[in-house]
């Protein structure tokens, strides 16, 4: 495997620019309409904002200087509805773009979790899920206002100011130039402060993060810190990261509260200039009393439009950053991809020819080195092997969780890369020794391999793993487990994902360490209905225990990545030291030779 | 909650509590009043002053209009008549002034408030932070650590908010409110009361969109959370996902959630859509009136250009604040959500109380009694009827039974995560009650499964329960238990980052730093409850050796369900249904030949034929 299916490293940031949010321009295409009317709506509002002021010049000098009474009551009257349009368009525009919006950013999401979830283990065993969580929800929200907000507005404003300006220089041009000039340091600032912003924003966020995990310690772990009596210490911790963050934080308003003091000040202080320019302009006679008040109106309605174009466009800086982190997650490409051959009646015979394997993320660290395995129809084997000898890694290669890295694992003749993935995958069912549970009720939970189980067959897979327990829950199989529900104990999970397998009918189970957290009498019980399902399907055990080794008929022993013994549980006893170091505990060399036995 | 999510989802106890928050609406309880004020009682002080600020800045802001009035209406007509500029050059000064007090005080209302902010932030940080390690384990059972976790991430950022956003706002917005108010009727007092006859129409509009608005975003929240624990949980999961062929019925329930999002955001966007330009339809329907009867007034004579122009500029300050509030509702509406769940958890009082008047205990012999104890987790239902047990000091007591017989219940007494309800624990004599948690701590220490590692290095760990341990003691216990040679092995040996590649370590592994933690923190008594049932045998068998080293000169109490680990014990206890069925050494137990040890032993033996 090379490094390149690997895909994008979590870590880095990608290159960033126009063409990655041009790439997403397919998700707008849709809303064609929408956005002609959000746009046109928008234009007209700006031409309305500039009206109004307009109007009320023509009310001060038109009918109050000239005494003409019927045309007050024509200007007002175009006052009220100018300024009912405006409203009314502001409505229509936010109705439109609500709607556009939130369906861009929902299919977008929709898209996103689709392609993760088709991504292979290799990319997720590098990605943490709250990695992932940040694209699907800070980065989408940021695209989406970009296109909902952001790209509008950026032409919006810059008409407006463009207009504005226009029409300032056309009414007093000396005035005009200086309110353009107004216009460059606050843009300019803006730009900038959003930059430095950015920066401390992250390093809070980086710290919150840090707060956040410790805040999860001290909730997980609580029982080892009582245990060693150290919440004064974790505390400590937790609060000197705290400080850490207050400091910082403090940074960050600091920062803000200068950036917004300047962008109120440098208006007013336009204001000023204006004023006392504009009324040296009246008294002189070289503009009207009325386009003193209106060229003010006009100015101070220009402070929005150009503030928050310094912000828009560090927005769409945001916005192209944020398309680049998605696309990249687009850009990977699974290298998990099935083939086309299904087995019409599968038999479930399993052969391992010649397989290596490495993890992605460690392509130098071979993990299996030419494993040669065959498994008959309806056998059982039981994999034995020390920790780290590779023994989840090569049922894993089974469904096709990761691939082999040489040789090649046939299913009744047919390797496993030729399968329909899917129905690869409903041939093969894993219980996991770690069972994942979903916070969802526990026949969710139970029927996650085959959603469309009957009742019957759901309470078969429970009587199989001894799950009776799920009864016993507040609403039985209705109640919510897992992180946001009830919580259950380490054998509690087991039996619920090996009914999970069970209930999947595979022709090849997969038991994964699966007893390991059951007490004895009930890892009796498990035993002895596991055993009449795996007379009739072909089962792979990972096995600790002497007990568990004995529901299969052969064993394989794995020792440093390779098969070295294959054969039956009490000749591998009596003939590979090895197998008897890792299957019986009091052995001879142990320390502390049983008392026990003594006293028997 | 709609009746899609419940097919899925299934139910929890959490929903009934959502269902408590959705009744109890946006307002304050009494607990999260108090909280509030309680936190903010250091500041008072600083309050005053915000205060202060905030009028000085908005008496600045406010004069401007009214200056621009003086300098139209007195500042030009002296130019007019002879070119003295004087007047007017006063007035532009005093916007000037006016220009830079606001922004003065602007900023120094926002550095305040920042401080004031992060001050409360960081007590409550500290203060949940610590109620929660003081709470009882019996508290944490019950409670999730996703619940605690959010208790301080979200809740106490949405407190900052308020504090941040919503005070300026609401400040602002008042002031503004009363301030133009006032101004516009001494400005010209006809004018003025027609441009307050807008008021009714903001306070109905606003009423109405702080009750609807108050629901819609409650359900954004709710919905996102929804979003957010499918999507983590599904990429977490990806291993089963992938193995069960999840990936269609999980599409289909994240779209359900995306879409239950997708339309819980559209409500509140269309809320916002409505009430924004309703505050503009307000704004400009004023404006144009004032401009008619305005004009009307100028014409006759009876108000000035300048009182005109300032009515206007006036009046656009007037409404924008008015449109920030659509925005603070929200973060007031979380803010009081957080602020009843951070209340309730303050509110909770720990399982077992700190003694106010401890006895000292330096160092433990470690003889543990317990003195006719019993205990029921539900009233009436006694785990532990009636216990009564003696384990002398230096004894390794192994306890075995079936699930439910009570062991772990003894384990939980011994180190006072739970109190008794009736007799006593006693430790060299001392009742548990009376010691000090340090003290306890000290010279209790207990193991279990969860061998949980602290992200940081493999030697922190170790030290964990003894910080001030020097490396070499930390090596002396990893190798005392034989946990050296792997160490050794890492990337970065005893500083390997346990959380970072190259650290991840096997369960095995794990278990023998949580024993070299143990080992390290030197405890009278050392409690393991199944503390060996993840390992495999070869390293149970290493755990195994090392455990005499461990146990060398301490009480122990070894809880197991796997007999091999019963083989240490210098006595047996065989519990059923919280009581004692059989007690004496592994042979004599065994030499009777029947009962429940023996018929264990017997089934064990077979176990390994």
């Known amino acids: 495997m090379t490094t390149g299916s690997l895909g994008p490293d979590p870590d880095s940031q990608p290159p960033a620019g126009v063409h990655s949010l041009w790439r997403l321009r397919g998700y707008l295409r849709p809303h064609k309409v929408a956005l002609t009317i959000m746009l046109t709506t928008s234009l007209v509002g700006v031409g309305l904002t500039l009206a109004i002021p307009l109007v009320t010049a023509a009310i001060i000098d038109g009918p109050v200087a000239d005494r003409d009474l019927s045309g007050l009551w024509a200007l007002g009257a175009l006052a009220m509805v100018l300024g009912v349009l405006e409203a009314v368009l502001i409505w229509w525009r936010r109705w439109v773009q609500s709607n556009a919006v939130l369906s861009v950013e929902t299919a977008m999401r929709h898209d996103l979790y689709d392609h993760l979830q088709s991504l292979p283990m290799g990319f997720h065993s590098r990605w943490q899920s709250g990695q992932l969580l940040s694209r699907a929800t800070v980065d989408l929200s940021q695209i989406r206002r970009f296109f909902g907000f952001g790209m509008l507005f950026l032409l919006v404003n810059i008409v407006q100011v463009v207009t504005v300006t226009a029409v300032l220089l056309h009414m007093y041009w000396p005035l005009g130039v200086l309110v353009a000039a107004t216009a460059v340091p606050i843009v300019w600032l803006s730009m900038r402060f959003e930059k430095s912003y950015v920066v401390v924003s992250r390093q809070v966020q980086d710290e919150q993060g840090d707060l956040a995990t410790r805040a999860e310690e001290g909730a997980v772990a609580i029982r080892v810190i009582k245990s060693f009596g150290r919440g004064e210490h974790v505390s400590r911790q937790y609060e000197a990261a705290a400080l850490q963050l207050r400091e910082t934080s403090l940074r960050k308003v600091r920062l803000s509260a200068k950036f917004w003091t300047f962008l109120e000040l440098i208006p007013n202080l336009a204001v000023t200039l204006v004023l006392l320019l504009g009324a040296l302009g009246v008294g002189k006679g070289w503009l009207t009393p009325g386009e003193l008040v209106a060229f003010i109106t006009l100015m101070l309605s220009l402070v929005w439009p150009v503030s928050s174009l310094g912000v828009i466009l560090a927005m769409a800086q945001e916005a192209m950053t944020a398309a680049a982190r998605i696309n990249e997650i687009y850009d990977t490409e699974s290298d998990v991809v099935g083939g086309t051959a299904t087995i019409a009646e599968p038999r479930g015979r399993l052969v391992l020819e010649g397989v290596d394997f490495a993890f992605p993320d460690a392509p130098d660290e071979p993990v299996l080195r030419g494993v040669d395995l065959v498994v008959e129809p309806g056998e059982t084997v039981a994999l034995v092997g020390a920790t780290g000898s590779g023994k989840t890694a090569l049922t894993s290669l089974v469904p096709r969780l990761f691939d082999v890295t040489a040789g090649r694992v046939t299913i009744d003749g047919v390797d496993v890369r030729d399968l329909d993935l899917t129905h690869l995958r409903s041939l093969v069912a894993t219980a996991f020794e770690d069972p994942t549970l979903f916070s969802m009720s526990a026949r969710e939970n139970l029927t996650l391999g085959r959603h469309d189980a009957t009742d019957a067959e759901v309470e078969q897979a429970i009587e199989v793993a001894q799950a009776h327990f799920v009864h016993e829950l507040p609403w039985g199989l209705d109640t919510r487990i897992g992180e946001q529900g009830m919580a259950l104990s380490g054998g509690q999970r087991q039996r619920l994902a090996l009914a999970r397998a069970v209930l999947a009918r595979p022709a090849i189970l997969v038991l994964d360490d699966t007893l390991s957290a059951l007490d004895v009498h009930t890892e009796k019980r498990v035993e002895e209905a596991l055993g009449r399902v795996l007379t009739h399907t072909t089962g792979i055990v990972v096995a600790h225990r002497a007990s568990t080794v004995l529901l299969a008929d052969k064993v394989a022993l794995l020792q440093d990545g390779t098969i070295t013994h294959v054969g039956d549980h009490r000749e591998l006893l009596a003939t590979v030291p090895a197998y008897r170091e890792l299957l019986t505990s009091d052995d001879s060399e142990g320390a502390g030779r049983s008392r026990l036995e003594v006293g028997v | ?609």
């Open chain 2, 1 to 609: 909650m709609s009746t899609t999510d419940i097919g899925w989802r299934g139910v929890a106890a959490v929903d009934v509590e959502e269902a408590e928050e959705r009744e109890r609406g946006a307002r304050f309880t009494g607990g999260s009043r108090e909280l509030l004020a309680e936190l903010l009682r250091p500041y008072r002080s600083a309050l005053m002053v915000l205060v202060g600020i905030v009028v000085v800045e908005n008496g600045a802001r406010l004069a401007i209009p009214s200056l621009v009035k003086v300098g139209i209406d007195s500042g030009i007509p002296p130019i007019r008549e002879s070119g003295n500029v004087g007047p007017l050059g006063l007035v532009a000064g005093a916007v000037l002034l006016c220009s830079v007090v606001q922004a003065v005080a602007r900023n120094r209302f926002l550095v305040q408030q920042g401080e004031v902010g992060q001050g409360v932030l960081y007590e409550v940080r500290r203060r949940v932070f610590r109620h929660f390690q003081a709470l009882s384990p019996a508290f944490h059972d019950d409670y999730t650590s996703g619940r605690v976790i959010s208790r301080q991430t979200s809740d106490v950022e949405a407190i900052y908010e308020m504090l941040e956003t919503g005070f300026d706002g609401l400040v602002k917005a008042a002031l503004t409110l009363v301030g133009t108010g006032v101004i516009l009727l001494f400005l010209d007092w006809k004018l003025g009361l027609v441009a307050l006859c807008s008021g009714p129409f903001l306070f109905l509009l606003t009423n109405w969109f702080r009750r609807s608005s108050a629901d819609a975003y409650r359900g954004t929240r709710e919905k996102v959370a929804l979003v957010i624990v499918h999507f983590v949980e599904s990429m977490g999961g990806i291993r089963a996902v992938q193995a069960f062929r999840r990936e269609p019925r999980n599409q289909e329930i994240f779209d359900d959630v995306n879409d239950q999002y997708r339309l819980a955001n559209l409500r509140a966007f269309r809320l916002v859509g409505l009430f924004m330009p309703g505050i503009k339809l307000i704004g400009n329907v004023t404006i144009a009136t004032v401009l008619v009867y305005g004009g009307y007034l100028a014409y006759s004579g009876e108000v000035t250009v300048g009182v005109l122009a300032a009515f206007l500029l006036y009046l656009r300050q007037f409404f924008e604040p008015m449109q920030e509030i659509s925005q603070f509702y929200n973060t007031f509406q979380s803010a009081t959500a957080a602020l009843d769940k951070l209340a309730g958890v303050l509110r909770e009082e720990p399982g077992v109380p700190e003694p106010e008047h401890p006895v000292a205990l330096d160092r433990a012999r470690g003889e543990l009694r317990f003195d006719h104890v019993h205990f029921a987790y539900v009233d009436g239902r006694p785990v532990v009827p009636d216990l009564d047990l003696t384990v002398p000091a230096g004894q390794t007591l192994a306890v075995v039974g079936t699930t439910g017989a009570g062991k772990t219940t003894l384990a939980k007494l011994a180190t006072r995560f739970y109190d008794p309800v009736d007799g006593e624990v006693r430790l060299d004599g001392l009742d548990l009650r009376t010691l000090a948690a340090d003290d306890l701590r000290r010279n209790v220490v207990m193991v279990t499964q969860e061998n949980y590692l602290f992200s940081g290095s493999i030697a922190d760990n170790i030290r964990f329960g003894r910080p001030e341990a020097a490396i070499n003691d930390v090596v002396a216990a990893a190798t005392a238990l034989g946990a050296h040679d792997f160490i050794a092995a890492l990337p970065e040996g005893y500083d390997t980052d346990v959380a970072q590649r190259g650290g991840r370590l096997s369960a095995g592994q794990r278990q023998l730093v949580a024993f070299a933690r143990a080992f390290l923190a030197d405890p009278a008594v050392l409690i393991l409850d199944e503390a060996t049932s993840s390992l495999d045998i070869p390293s149970e068998r290493l755990v195994q050796e090392a455990l005499h080293t461990v146990l060398a000169g301490r009480t122990a109490v070894i809880i197991a369900h796997r007999l091999s680990t019963v083989e240490t014990a210098d006595r047996v206890l065989v519990m059923e249904h919280g009581r004692v069925v059989e007690d004496g050494s592994p042979a004599e137990l065994i030499s009777r030949g029947e009962g429940r040890f023996a018929d264990l032993h017997q089934a064990w033996l077979d176990s390994l034929a």
